[in-house]
């Protein structure tokens, strides 16, 4: 059975880390999702996102090809990140996205039990300093708007949030970044194992 394997976890929580290993290491098409937002350094259109205008991502909307959307204002402006029609293809097996309790739930209507959550959970003082340290490497760290995010994510994924959108298996990353990829690549091979 193909599945949407879903990595699902705060800002600078590993989860693209993780994201690129699962997919090195197993035969997944990746879920790339759309956003409103400025490309960063390193970013390559097509790959982490398609970026996109406000102008398109309301067109898109309007013709019904958008499956979920969340906005949020940001230092610089009104930032949209969604999944359209397009970014999901089961037929060509089973797919590996990241989002947010959020777009999980909005998700979890068109797929069901097709959806797997992956949280992957840092504490706070650990992911505050990955942050920062993701942030120094910017051309223009914009420290602004990296507070913002770490505040937001207090409430956007509270335990009351995760555990209305039934997620309850959590992966803990605040140690050596393999040992959290090797529980997830175990979770995922016994899923996989039920398949069969």
Not at 168 to 174: E, G, Y
Request: charged fraction near 30%; aromatic fraction near 12%; include cysteine.
């Amino acid at each position: 059975m193909n599945r949407i394997f879903y990595l699902i976890g705060k800002s600078s929580s590993g989860k693209d880390f993780i994201f690129r290993q699962l997919m090195t290491r197993l035969e997944l098409t990746p879920i790339i999702l759309y956003t409103t937002r400025p490309m960063r350094e390193n970013e390559k259109n097509g790959r982490e996102y398609y970026f996109v205008s406000w102008e398109e991502f309301c067109r898109m909307r309007a013709e019904n090809s958008v499956l979920e959307y969340r906005i949020y204002s940001t230092i610089q402006g009104d930032w949209a990140y969604f999944t359209a029609a397009d970014s999901v293809d089961l037929s060509r097996g089973s797919c590996l996205g990241i989002g947010t309790p959020e777009s999980y739930t909005a998700l979890k209507k068109h797929f069901g039990d097709l959806l797997v959550p992956l949280y992957i959970e840092v504490e706070d003082g650990i992911r505050l300093s990955r942050a920062l340290e993701r942030e120094r490497l910017e051309l223009m760290p914009k420290y602004a708007e990296m507070c913002r995010r770490f505040l937001a994510d207090s409430e956007d994924f509270s335990d009351e949030k995760l555990l209305a959108a039934g997620i309850t298996k959590r992966f803990s990353n605040d140690g050596e970044p393999g040992e959290c990829l090797a529980e997830i690549l175990r979770y995922i091979g016994e899923l996989q194992g039920e398949d069969k």
